[in-house]
């Protein structure tokens, strides 16, 4: 197993420019068997969608989507980089992510996520969302196959 690098004791959040599009893409890459396109992150941000990178220093330690609608956000895509994973920085992300939304007065936030990824559904119901729902064939699974997505709520 190799050392994680050692992190700066302050990590800081700042929106994704296009400067910083090819770190967001390595760990996209690295992090996902079907991981969005650089096309989806570009639509993203000129769709006005919020992109938040949590960065120590230099280094990318993850990201979130976020799409603001009436009353809500979506939360379209989160993803902490491989080699930091299980350290807490997906807590610190869904923080930030209801302090975003109760600044704008959202009453709840959603989500979806693979009916396979059980360790992030533990993730999301300790911090306080609740399953509500199921979209059939939501996520592309590979060799021409989909995979349901369970749909989560986190009422603010």
Request: aromatic content about 10%; glycine content about 8%; charged content about 20%.
């Amino acid at each position: 197993m190799s050392a994680v690098p050692d992190i700066p004791q302050e990590a800081r959040f700042e929106p994704l420019s296009l400067a910083r599009l090819d770190a967001l893409m390595a760990v996209e890459d690295s992090a996902y068997a079907h991981p969005w396109s650089r096309g989806n992150f570009i639509d993203a941000m000129a769709a006005g969608y919020t992109i938040e990178l949590l960065l120590a220093g230099e280094t990318l330690l993850g990201y979130f989507v976020v799409m603001q609608g009436v009353d809500e956000g979506h939360l379209l895509n989160i993803t902490v980089a491989p080699a930091y994973q299980r350290q807490g920085w997906a807590w610190v992300m869904l923080d930030a992510l209801a302090l975003w939304a109760r600044a704008r007065n959202a009453q709840a936030l959603w989500l979806e996520v693979r009916v396979s990824n059980q360790r992030a559904q533990q993730i999301y119901e300790a911090h306080g969302y609740r399953r509500v729902g199921l979209r059939r064939n939501y996520y592309p699974a590979g060799d021409g196959l989909r995979e349901d997505a369970v749909v989560m709520k986190l009422p603010l």
